[in-house]
Structures are given as C-alpha cells and as structure tokens.
Nanobody, 112 residues
C-alpha cells in the first residue's frame, strides 16, 4: 500500500505560478502528475523517474517543471505562466508493483 499526499494548489491569476508537492509513503521509481478539468477525462501532465528522467505533455512544455527529492520521497510540479485552461484538479500518481496509486487531488484555479 502506497500513500500519496499532495499540497500546493490554490487560486492564481493568469501568468502566475504555483508549486505542487506530493509526498509518498515509500520510494517509488516513477511518479507523475495528472489533471482533470470539469467534464473532461483525467490526462497526464508530467512524470519523472528516480534517476531524473522526465516527460511532459505537449501543452505544458516550457511552462511546467517536474522534479523530485528522493531522500524525501517527494515529487514537485513547478507551474509557471499559468493559463485559465490549466484550471483542474491535479493528482499525484505512483506506479508500484503493477498497481496505480493516486493522491487525493489538489485544486488549481487560474483566473483570467
């Protein structure tokens, strides 16, 4: 069983920044961020391995940065140049022993 606890969401104006954090209860090889906007499917945003390999969805490239601190079992998502269309609930994801685990989600709202 893996527990993921997210923090860092909130309300920000367009062009602003937020940083999300996700603490895992154990060390996980691959951790990622997803988001789900109202009426839409959950979609991947970014991911990172324990060795630092990253991947990003096209719509966040150049604006968002995913990083991690393995000593703290924590992954971060630095979000810059936020747009109203980035408004969504952001979820931390971890894949462990062939099982997907999810955090509780944190709301990010970007006002225009």
């Amino acid at each position: 069983q893996v527990r993921l606890v997210e923090s860092g969401g909130g309300l920000v104006q367009a062009g602003g920044s937020l940083r999300l954090s996700c603490v895992a209860s154990t060390n996980i090889y691959f951790m990622g961020w997803y988001r789900q906007a109202p009426g839409k499917q959950r979609e991947p945003v970014a991911g990172i391995t324990s060795s630092g390999l990253t991947n990003y969805a096209d719509f966040v490239k150049g604006r968002f940065t995913v990083s991690r601190d393995n000593a703290k079992n924590t992954v971060y998502l630095q979000m810059n140049s936020l747009k109203p269309e980035d408004t969504a609930v952001y979820y931390c994801n971890a894949q462990y022993s062939a099982v997907d685990y999810w955090g509780q989600g944190t709301q990010v709202t970007v006002s225009s």
